[in-house]
C-alpha cells in the first residue's frame, strides 16, 4: 500500500493563505469564520452544530485522530491532508498538535437568550484578555450555566486565544456578542434575573449570600476588566456587589478563578432545596 502523502505542500497556496488571514480580526469579521486549533476544540466544532467548514490535518494527525476526521467529514467539512510546516503556518500556538479547523461564527443574538428565560448567566463587561475570556467560558460551561454575553467593550469571542482557553466550551453554550452592558443588564432584569456584580471591594460577601440563601434564583453575575475591575457606573446597575471572600493572606484572586467561584455558588444554590433548579437536573 502506497504511503499517504499530504495534498497541501506549500504555505504559499491560495487555500492555506486564506486560512492563515483568519488570524486577524478584521478577516475573521469579514468572512465570519475563525480557526479552531487542536484536537478537543475540533472535535467539539464537529460534534455541536453544522459550524466545522473546513480542516486541516497532517498526516499524522490524520492517523491518530481518526475518529474525529470521520465526524468532521460527516458534518460536510472539507478535509485537506497538510504538509507539517503548512499547519505550522496557519496556527497561532508554538507547538501546533496537527489539527486546525474553520469554523462559522456561532453566537447567538442577546435576545434569543433573553426568551431562554435563563437561570444562570456570565458577563464579561470590558474583558480585555482572551485568555481570560476564554477560560471565564468554561467556567460558566462546566457550572451549568445556559448563556455567556460579551459586552462590546470586550475582546473578540474568536480571538484564537479565547477559541483555545474555552477548551471546545465555546461550542457548547450560548454566546451573545457586542452587547451595551446597560442593555445586557435591562435585558436580563426584564427577564426575571437577578444581577451580582462580583468586585474585590464589594459591600455583600459571597459567604453572607449564600447564607442567606439569596441565590437560589435566576442569576447573572457581572466581571470586570483584569486589572481594574468595575466602573461605578457598572456596579450601580446591579442589584448587589459581592466580593469573594479572602481567608488566608492573598492580595486578591485573579478574574477567572473569582468567575469560578462565583459561578459555582450559584450553581449550587439553584440546585439546592428551594433553588430554581431541580436538585436531580443534570
Known amino acids: ?21 483568519l488570524a486577524r480580526r478584521n478577516f475573521r469579521g469579514k468572512e465570519r469564520l475563525f480557526l479552531a486549533e487542536g484536537p478537543q476544540a475540533v472535535r467539539e466544532a464537529a460534534v455541536y452544530g453544522d459550524t466545522l467548514v473546513e480542516l486541516f490535518a497532517t ?9 474525529i476526521i470521520g465526524e468532521a467529514r460527516e458534518t460536510g467539512a472539507r478535509v485537506h491532508l497538510a504538509a507539517d510546516d503548512v499547519i505550522a503556518d496557519i496556527s497561532t500556538t508554538v507547538t501546533p498538535q496537527g489539527l486546525v479547523g474553520i469554523c462559522r461564527f456561532l453566537d447567538t443574538p442577546f435576545e434569543e437568550i433573553l ?36 459586552t462590546d467593550a470586550s475582546v473578540d469571542l474568536y480571538n484564537p486565544k479565547a477559541v483555545r482557553a474555552s477548551v471546545g466550551s465555546l461550542f457548547h453554550l450560548p454566546v451573545a456578542v457586542g452587547v451595551p452592558v446597560e442593555d445586557a443588564v435591562e435585558g436580563l432584569k426584564g427577564a426575571g434575573v437577578r444581577i451580582l456584580a462580583a468586585d474585590g471591594a464589594g459591600t455583600d460577601d459571597l459567604d453572607d449570600e ?52 462565583c459561578l459555582y455558588a450559584s450553581a449550587r444554590a439553584q440546585r439546592a432545596s428551594g433553588g430554581c433548579r431541580s436538585v436531580t437536573e443534570s
Not at 502506497?2 to 486560512?19: G, N
Not at 435563563?118 to 467556567?139: E, M, Q, S, Y
Open 1 to 21: 500500500m502506497p504511503p499517504v502523502v499530504p495534498e497541501l505542500i506549500s504555505p504559499r497556496s491560495p487555500r492555506v493563505s486564506a486560512a492563515r488571514r
Open 59 to 67: 498526516v499524522e494527525a490524520a492517523e491518530r485522530y481518526a475518529d
Open 115 to 150: 426568551a431562554a428565560r435563563p437561570k444562570l448567566v456570565a458577563v464579561l463587561a470590558n474583558v480585555r484578555d482572551p485568555g481570560n475570556a476564554g477560560t471565564v467560558l468554561r467556567c460558566a460551561d462546566a457550572a451549568g450555566a445556559e448563556a455567556v454575553v460579551l
Open 210 to 261: 449564600l447564607d442567606k440563601g439569596t441565590m437560589g434564583g435566576p442569576t447573572a453575575w457581572v466581571f470586570g476588566n483584569e486589572a481594574w475591575g468595575l466602573p461605578e457606573e457598572t456596579r450601580a446597575l446591579a442589584d448587589a456587589v459581592v466580593r469573594v471572600p479572602i481567608h488566608g493572606k492573598a492580595e486578591s484572586l485573579n478574574l477567572a478563578t473569582a468567575a469560578a467561584v
